[in-house]
C-alpha cells in the first residue's frame, strides 16, 4: 500500500503570494488532517476533513484554508504568505474508526522570503 | 485549552544506555495518548495507550499512561544509535459526536552516541 504523498517537497515563496499543498491519502484513508511544524512551536493542528467536509479546525488565522476532494485527496492554501509561515507542513491520514492513529507524509518545507 | 508537555526537551546519551521521556497532560474529555517518532520529516506511530496501568510493549519500547496523575512515559532500552530522532507525544480529546482533537506536545530530541 502506497504510504501518505504530499506535493511539492520543497517551496519557496516571498511574503505575500499564495501557495497550495496537495496531499493524497494511504488509499481507503478517508479522514484527512494537516498539522504546522516549526522549531518554537511543535506541531500545530490546522484543520481535519472527512468526506469532504471539515470536521475540526484550529487557531489559525482565515488565511489557511483546506478542501477535500471525493476521492480523498486533500489540498490546504495559505494566501498573503508572511515570514512566520515559514514551515513544515504535514498531512496525515487515518484509518476508519481510529482516527488517532495518523499516518504522516513526509510533508512540504515552505520557506517565506 | 489543552496542554500536553514534554520531558526531557532533549537528550544524549551513549548506546545501550536506558532511556525514559515524560509526557504530562491536561485535557478535557480525554481518550487517548498516542506515541510517534520522527527521524527525518513523516512522524511514525508507536504506541496508542487509553487505559491507565497497561504496558504497551514493542521490542525495546515500552510505554504506560497513568490516567490518576496524567502523565505517561516511554522507555527505550538498550539504544542504538537508529533510535535518535525526536518523540512526539499526543494526546486526544473527544470534541462532539465521532470528532476527536490531537494536542501534540513539543517533542523530545534524544541523540544517541556510538
Known amino acids: 500500500k502506497a504510504g501518505v504523498t504530499q506535493t511539492p517537497r520543497y517551496l519557496i515563496k516571498t511574503r505575500g503570494q499564495q501557495v497550495t499543498l496537495s496531499c493524497s491519502p494511504i488509499?481507503?484513508?478517508?479522514?484527512v488532517s494537516w498539522y504546522q511544524q516549526t522549531p518554537g512551536q511543535g506541531l500545530q493542528f490546522l484543520f481535519e476533513y472527512f468526506s469532504e467536509t471539515q470536521r475540526n479546525k484550529g487557531n489559525f488565522p482565515g488565511r489557511f484554508s483546506g478542501r477535500q476532494f471525493s476521492n480523498s485527496r486533500s489540498e490546504m492554501n495559505v494566501s498573503t504568505l508572511e515570514l512566520g509561515d515559514s514551515a513544515l507542513y504535514l498531512c496525515?491520514?487515518?484509518?476508519?474508526?481510529?482516527?488517532?492513529?495518523?499516518?504522516f507524509g513526509s510533508g512540504t518545507q515552505l520557506s517565506v522570503l | 485549552e489543552d496542554k500536553v508537555v514534554q520531558s526531557p526537551l532533549s537528550l544524549v546519551v551513549h548506546e545501550g544506555d536506558t532511556v525514559t521521556l515524560n509526557c504530562s497532560y491536561e485535557v478535557t474529555n480525554f481518550r487517548s495518548l498516542l506515541w510517534y517518532k520522527q527521524e527525518k520529516k513523516a512522524p511514525t506511530f508507536l504506541f496508542m495507550l487509553t487505559s491507565s496501568g497497561i504496558e504497551k510493549k514493542s521490542g525495546r519500547l515500552s510505554s504506560i499512561l497513568d490516567k490518576k496523575e496524567l502523565f505517561s512515559i516511554l522507555n527505550i532500552t538498550a539504544t542504538q544509535t537508529g533510535d535518535s530522532a525526536i518523540y512526539l507525544c499526543?494526546?486526544?480529546?473527544?470534541?462532539?459526536?465521532?470528532?476527536?482533537?490531537?494536542?501534540f506536545g513539543k517533542g523530545t530530541l534524544l541523540t544517541v552516541n556510538p
Open positions: 499526543a494526546v486526544g480529546r473527544a470534541s462532539g459526536g465521532s470528532n476527536y482533537k490531537l494536542t
Open positions: 496525515a491520514s487515518s484509518p476508519r474508526g481510529l482516527h488517532e492513529k495518523l499516518f
Open positions: 488509499s481507503g484513508h478517508r479522514s
